[in-house]
Each structure stands twice: as C-alpha cells, then as structure tokens.
Nanobody
Framework: QLQLVESGGGLVQPGGSLRLSCTAS????????IGWFRQAPGKEREGVSC??????YYTDSVKGRFTISRDNTKNTVYLQMNSLKSEDTGVYYC???????????????WGQGTQVTVSS
C-alpha cells in the first residue's frame, strides 16, 4: 500500500511562505494523481491543490498564492505556499486520488499530516 509522508509545516507570520513536501517510499509517484488537503480546527477537510501528469487544480482561496509541483527524481510532490493568511492554518495532508479537478476520489488512507500555523 502506498504510504505518503508529509513534512515542511511550521509557524509562520501572515504574508510569509512555507514549502510542504509529500514523499513516498518504495513506490514511484510518476503518473499518480496526488493532492494536498487541509483541515482547520472545527472544519471539514478540504482539497487545496492536486496534480496529475499534465493538469493541476487549485481551490479558489489559494489561487495565485500556492503552487503545486512534482519532482519525479525525488519521488516528491511539493506545495509552495506564499502570502500565507491566518485562514490557511490547519493540518495539511497529501493523498493519492483518481481525479485532479476538485481533488476527488481518494485512494488509500490519510497520513499523519503536517501542521501549518499562520499567526503573528
């Protein structure tokens, strides 16, 4: 079973940046659809951004601020987050999916996630 490990979270001031990493071991992520999700306290988990072979998706609230990318040589998918806002705070998870648009149809289970806190 594919296991993905998230890293790169932390505490950052509003307007700051973080880069999250999603890495797989023993399995190549090439051609997989991988998505980043987040869950804020008291809220449902939401799809933030997803990437396939030729397609990417961003939820409206992060367009122009977040960039998803993949480095197949490192078996890693990244989420570069710029101009962070307090509402970006939450636990960020990566997962394998079937559909890029809307980050839909989860395959497998959730990992531990990485905490992102945007606060002054």
């Amino acid at each position: 079973q594919l296991q993905l490990v998230e890293s790169g979270g932390g505490l950052v001031q509003p307007g700051g940046s973080l880069r999250l990493s999603c890495t797989a071991s023993a399995v190549f992520l090439n051609h997989y659809v991988i998505g980043w999700f987040r869950q804020a306290p008291g809220k449902e988990r939401e799809g933030v951004s997803c990437i396939g072979d030729l397609k990417t998706y961003y939820t409206d609230s992060v367009k122009g601020r977040f960039t998803i990318s993949r480095d197949n040589t490192k078996n890693t998918v990244y989420l570069q987050m710029n101009s962070l806002k307090s509402e970006d705070t939450g636990v960020y998870y990566c997962a394998r999916l079937r559909v890029v648009t809307g980050c839909r149809d989860l395959i497998g289970s959730w990992g531990q996630g990485t905490q992102v806190t945007v606060s002054s």
